[in-house]
């Protein structure tokens, strides 16, 4: 599975868009893109995955770029619940380990 | 639709001391894993389930770490003897093959190791 880079960290007031970037820039052609997060003393929660294609759900946007070397999750109003710590993982589609690095703690002011 | 169970949340042992975890996944899901989690890391795969066999266990330490999914369901992990190495967050997690690209975590169990 390919390597991952995220900040160690980053700031958002609450209410704002957190963007935060994920550079993987030796994905293969079959490796999707994913996120979890991890709150404060709970086990990582899925957020969204992707291909190529950018995707939304009710959590997330997930904006990858065209040449798929890096991507941005973004938490449309970020609120202090969205503080947590958050993992880019590269993997295939039907690879069942998840490789997680250090993450990015995402921090939301008031 | 409950979610993966984990007991107990926090232990405390003495070194050379064994112990063990419980996990009870989602229901209906087949795949079972477990994951360490040292302190400012991410998790790191130990184990992994399909059914009730263990089909990735390169990364757990085979010379005092132990799992087993009798039935393919429940699962229980075994250390004995404990080192202080070992304080972390046990993690358990579970998937289904109609959604394998999403894996469920229970909440953990902090080993203490003094």
């Known amino acids: 599975d390919a390597k991952t880079t995220q900040p160690t960290s980053m700031d958002c007031a609450e209410g704002r868009a957190a963007n935060l970037p994920c550079n993987h820039s030796?994905?293969?052609?079959?490796?999707?893109v994913y996120w979890y997060r991890q709150i404060h003393s709970q086990g990582p929660q899925y957020i969204i995955h992707?291909?190529?294609n950018n995707e939304t759900n009710e959590m997330a946007s997930l904006i990858i770029t065209e040449d798929r070397k890096s991507s941005t999750l973004i938490l449309p109003h970020a609120t202090l619940r969205d503080t947590a710590v958050y993992y880019c993982?590269?993997?295939?589609?039907?690879?069942?380990?998840?490789?997680f690095g250090a993450g990015t703690i995402l921090r939301v002011k008031s | 639709e409950a979610g993966v169970v984990q007991s107990p949340r926090y232990k405390i042992i003495e070194k050379k001391q064994p112990v063990a975890f419980w996990c009870n996944p989602i229901s209906g899901h087949n795949t079972l894993y477990w994951y360490r989690q040292n302190l400012g890391q991410g998790p790191e795969l130990l184990i992994r389930y399909e059914n009730e066999e263990a089909v990735d266990d390169s990364q757990l330490p085979k010379d005092r770490f132990s799992a087993e999914r009798l039935k393919g369901v429940d699962s229980t992990l075994k250390i004995q003897p404990a080192e202080l190495g070992d304080s972390a967050v046990y993690l358990c997690?579970?998937?289904?093959?109609?959604?394998?690209?999403?894996?469920?975590f229970g909440p953990g169990t902090r080993l203490t190791v003094t």
């Open positions: 997690a579970s998937s289904s093959y109609r959604s394998s690209y999403e894996q469920y």
């Open positions: 030796t994905i293969s052609g079959n490796e999707y």
């Open positions: 993982i590269v993997r295939v589609a039907n690879g069942n380990k998840l490789v």
């Open positions: 992707g291909l190529k």
